[in-house]
């Protein structure tokens, strides 16, 4: 079985065919014009069975692709709360991150 490292929105996911993800946010230059439902992403990294190729910075001729099931996915919201005691200061702030749904449809060379 063939696995890879792929990297999107700061983040490494080692990724098998048939996975779906939740990466975050994939923005109009990672979707190719004309083929908004797919995404092409190199391989920092590959292992096949027991061989496994590590690139410098991604290995040369292999492409991860994958097909977006949902454009935009939100998270759970995060709370993030300040406080100062006996200073009348308080403040609360809230964050959803959108996310884009991805399954990963094949690993291969160029």
Do not use: C, W
């Amino acid at each position: 079985m063939k696995k890879a490292v792929i990297t999107t929105g700061g983040k490494q996911y080692l990724v098998t065919e048939g996975d779906e993800l939740e990466v975050e946010l994939l923005e109009p230059e990672n979707l190719p014009a004309g083929r908004q439902g797919k995404a092409v992403f190199e391989a920092l990294m590959v292992i096949d069975g027991e061989k496994s190729t590590v690139g410098t910075p991604s290995v040369g001729g292999v492409q991860v692709k994958a097909d977006v099931i949902e454009k935009i996915v939100q998270q759970d919201k995060v709370t993030a709360i300040r406080y100062k005691a006996k200073k009348r200061v308080h403040k609360r702030r809230g964050h959803r991150q959108k996310l884009t749904k991805i399954k990963i449809t094949s690993i291969s060379s160029k």
